[in-house]
């Protein structure tokens, strides 16, 4: 009998260090297998089953998984975010959207095979929205999931294209075949800027948020990229981890829907700055915006609204912004590079 597996892309990124350490630790959780292009972090390693150096590009890599597992859920993180996607959009295009089409063929051969619908957690973001210009986004406040979907990069045109690729998969995969196929449990959580006291993540442009934390912690000077006003919403990673944890927990007929908003809080940069300031007395923050980055942080929301989450599957963040830095990221940072990392 083939093995029951959860399987995690993108492992050794940001979401998926804390999401693989919170799946280990559940009682009878079922082995994890973890695909990343780079070799997994010494430190999950005793967490997972199986560690694979992949590409979600490769098929055959992918359609050997299939024939030696059974897959029962497969939280999708892999992607390139937003600035890595601008500077190579078609590289961008391929990974974020032909990486998420394999793995949601993988899921859809699986639930055929096993009669029964893989679950398939799929991160999205703020970048799906596009709100056109700073009056619209004041005026717009919390915006819903069906609002603003104008994107303005390659990663959230890829967010927001994947989305509708899950709904696909999720309910009309192979419509016209005489034998209609089981579809993909799909389910998807629309992440605002997160911000982890662990990792650094690499290519958004919601980073100034950590980077400013983090090069404080370090007596680092830091230059914020973007102006002093500029507001979106944000959520720390243990936050981002239980939303996904509890959108897969939720049962199927509870969902209203496929795509949801999460949030916790919405600061301005010149809001988090004075946090900072306030943990790191020391700490040298300028502001430096680049004209580029800034367009993009500005055709994002303010805050999103995330009502249909809460009533739906129960979601409430157990953080809000003082309890966020106070409780979980100052003391976190601070940990962090008291001790060598390897
Ligand atoms: C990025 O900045 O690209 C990401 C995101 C908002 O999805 N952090």
């Not at 994890?32 to 292009?37: E, G, K, M, N, Q």
């Not at 295009?93 to 032909?98: A, D, I, L, P, S």
């Amino acid at each position: 009998m083939r093995k029951k597996i959860i399987l995690v892309t993108g492992a050794n990124g940001e979401v998926g260090h804390g999401l693989i350490q919170q799946l280990a630790a559940r009682p009878d959780h079922m082995p994890i297998v973890a695909l990343d292009v780079k070799k997994l972090d010494r430190a999950l390693r005793p967490y997972v089953w199986r560690m694979i150096v992949g590409d979600i590009l490769d098929t055959s890599l992918l359609e050997t998984l299939s024939t030696e597992y059974e897959i029962d859920t497969v939280f999708h993180l892999a992607a390139l975010l937003s600035t890595s996607s601008e500077f190579n959009p078609e590289n961008a295009h391929r990974v974020n959207v032909q990486g998420t089409v394999n793995l949601l063929k993988l899921a859809v051969d699986q639930s055929q095979m096993r009669v029964k619908p893989v679950k398939f957690l799929y991160a999205s973001s703020i970048a799906v929205y596009g709100l056109p210009d700073l009056q619209t986004k004041a005026a717009a406040g919390n915006v819903t999931e069906d609002q603003f979907l104008n994107p303005i990069t390659m990663y959230g045109c890829n967010k927001l294209y994947c989305e509708h690729l899950g709904r696909y998969y999720a309910r009309y995969y192979r419509q016209l075949a005489r034998a209609r196929a089981v579809g993909v449990d799909f389910r998807c959580v629309r992440f605002p800027g997160l911000i982890s006291g662990v990792t650094m993540p690499t290519g958004g442009t919601s980073d100034y948020a950590p980077e400013m934390l983090h090069a404080a912690a370090q007596g680092q000077p830091y230059a914020c990229f973007v102006r002093e006003d500029t507001t979106i919403p944000f959520m720390v990673m243990p936050d981002a981890i239980k939303a996904l944890l509890t959108l897969a927990q939720a049962p199927r007929e509870k969902l209203t829907r496929l795509v949801y908003n999460v949030t916790s809080f919405s600061r301005s940069a010149a809001e988090l700055t004075e946090v900072v300031r306030a943990a790191f007395p020391d700490a040298q923050i300028t502001f430096k915006p680049s004209d580029a980055r800034q367009a993009i942080v500005d055709s994002w929301p303010m805050g999103v609204d995330d009502s249909a989450a809460r009533q739906d599957w129960g979601w409430t963040p157990d953080y809000d912004a003082e309890r966020a830095f106070r409780d979980y990221l100052i003391p976190t940072i601070v940990q962090r590079y008291r001790e060598p990392v390897e």
